[in-house]
């Protein structure tokens, strides 16, 4: 079964940044895409940023270009999100996930970022 361990989250004021960690198990994660979501109080979850198993292709959410960077460590079976210039706006619960794991609808327990004066 896929495990998903995320942190790195915390509080931060606007315009500050933050580095999100997620260790991935139970499956072979350099043969696998990984996103990150985030799900804000009140409000769906949603895709933040993908990153394919090689790292050669990028995709990110209109809401974070240019703020926030995906990046992975096949090595470390990890995947990572650099965030910059934080706003309030993104103020969630951050998760990341792979296909398998969202097929089966299975979720870490997530890492709260919250961006506030």
């Known amino acids: 079964q896929v495990q998903l361990v995320e942190s790195g989250g915390g509080l931060v004021q606007p315009g500050g940044s933050l580095r999100l960690a997620c260790v991935v198990s139970?499956?072979?994660?350099?043969?696998?895409?990984a996103k990150w979501y985030r799900q804000a109080p009140g409000k769906e979850r949603e895709m933040v940023a993908t990153?394919?198993?090689?790292?050669?292709?990028?995709n990110y959410a209109d809401s974070v270009k240019g703020r926030f960077t995906i990046s992975r460590d096949n090595a470390k079976n990890t995947v990572y999100l650099q965030m910059n210039s934080l706003k309030p706006e993104d103020t969630a619960v951050y998760y990341c996930?792979?296909?398998?794991?969202?097929?089966?609808?299975?979720w870490g327990q997530g890492t709260q970022v919250t961006v506030s004066s």
């Open positions: 990153i394919s198993r090689t790292g050669a292709t990028l």
């Open positions: 996930n792979t296909p398998v794991g969202y097929a089966q609808n299975y």
């Open positions: 139970g499956l072979s994660f350099s043969t696998t895409a």
